[in-house]
């Protein structure tokens, strides 16, 4: 079983969270919702490992609740 990786591991972490701020310019709620799903959907299948995914959720769900 893979495992989630809770820890830093992107490079230029400051540079993609600019370009998704660039990205959501000049959407509206609903738009900027939808690319979020998208990219999230997009991202699942990049992954593509249930257990991972799972785990995902899980440390996203502990982070709101």
Do not use: C
């Amino acid at each position: 079983m893979a495992d989630l990786i809770l820890t830093p591991n992107l490079d230029n972490g400051d540079d993609f969270y600019a370009e998704l701020l660039t990205a959501h310019d000049g959407l509206n709620k609903s738009e900027s919702e939808a690319l979020n799903a998208r990219l999230i959907l997009v991202l699942a299948n990049h992954i593509g490992n249930a257990d991972v995914l799972a785990q995902a959720l899980k440390a996203a769900a502990l982070k709101n609740g």
